[in-house]
């Protein structure tokens, strides 16, 4: 079978929704389909100027590419230029398609521009309005949109990469407990909750993005690494005690099962995500007090966290999920 993922990222982009298809793709051409796709890249685009990582697009004849493309099945990944193209021109030409809802776009763009989410979340369910399936990445998110109208909603989980899980030898907690956290570097992802705490915790942040600047010149003990990939990122999961993710907007945290997977706690807010990835007092601790949460997460079994999440998180079932749709 021939699918086509129709997506505003570009190729190379270090985030979510990227490492998701990027997993995706990987397995299901060992299983014989061939994957393509139509991105921003394919067209001319500028960095957005509240959010450079953000590209927007100006994908003119994106209906040709598609007739030219001649796939079985249509995937629109996000609801930015590219996305919104390929919508109409396939509710045009009445081409059967699936979408995806990857981000809180309307919590995102409020913490931007401050532009209520009542004005945005109109856009976002006329987009997905025809989709035959809209594919979440958790149960909290479906109910959430379905509270809002949307329809024809399946969960579609996700996996933990293999080259990213090293076995935890050491379990021995340090006299400043070593917190990590893995994000672009936003300022939507909460990261100063996490910083402000930096006289009591060995805080290591691995990421980029363009509140990087800012956040190093604010917390000065905080280690700001860059990106990180592959085994070098497992190291660091591995050589810290404790994950923490402050984001409030996130519709899952890929990396939150990454950090499971290698045997660390999460602490995090009682929010989207977190409650559909945590596991209360065995895989970590949510509270509206972050301090709090990781103190709890002090006390977990790391082997017992590491055994759970290798099981339950992978991108076999996620792919699995992704056909099936």
């Known amino acids: 079978m021939k699918i086509l993922i129709i997506t505003d990222n570009i190729k190379g982009q270090v985030n ?35 959010y450079p990582e953000v590209k927007l697009s100006f994908p003119w004849r994106i ?50 521009t401050k532009i209520p989410t009542w004005l945005t979340y109109p856009y976002f369910k006329w987009f997905h309005k025809k989709s035959k399936t809209v594919l979440v990445p958790t149960y909290s998110v479906s109910n959430e949109l379905k509270e809002r109208g949307f329809g024809n909603i399946k969960v579609w989980t996700r996996g933990v990469s293999k080259d990213i899980i090293k076995e935890r030898t050491n379990f021995d907690n340090s006299i400043i407990l070593k917190v990590l956290c893995v994000s672009r570097v936003s300022k939507e992802k909460g990261l100063d909750d996490l910083c402000q705490l930096q006289d009591k915790y060995n805080i290591t942040i691995v ?53 499971m997977a290698n045997g660390l706690p999460v602490a995090a807010y009682p929010v989207t995500g977190p409650v559909d990835v945590i596991i209360p007092n065995i895989t970590g601790y949510m509270s509206e007090d972050l301090e709090f949460a990781i103190e709890q997460c002090r006390k977990y079994d790391k082997k017992k966290i590491q055994k759970e999440s290798i099981e339950n998180w992978t991108w076999e079932k996620a792919t699995d999920q992704f056909l099936g749709e």
């Open 16 to 50: 979510g929704v990227a490492t998701t298809y990027k997993n995706i793709e990987s397995i299901a051409r060992n299983r014989g389909h061939d994957i393509v796709y139509i991105d921003a890249g394919d067209f001319s685009h500028i960095d957005c100027p509240l």
């Open 63 to 112: 209906g040709k590419k598609i007739k030219a493309m001649d796939a079985d099945r249509i995937h629109i990944a996000t609801e930015g230029p590219v996305g919104l193209m390929a919508k109409l021109f396939c509710d045009f030409k009445k081409i059967e398609y699936t979408t995806a809802y990857h981000t809180k776009f309307p919590e995102f763009i409020q913490s931007l």
């Open 207 to 259: 990421g980029q993005g363009p509140y990087l600047n800012t956040l190093a010149r604010k917390y000065r003990k905080v280690n700001f690494t860059g990106y990180k990939f592959g085994q070098e990122l497992a190291e660091e999961y591995i050589r810290n005690e404790v994950f923490c993710f402050p984001s409030k907007t996130d519709t899952f945290g890929v990396v939150m099962i990454e950090a």
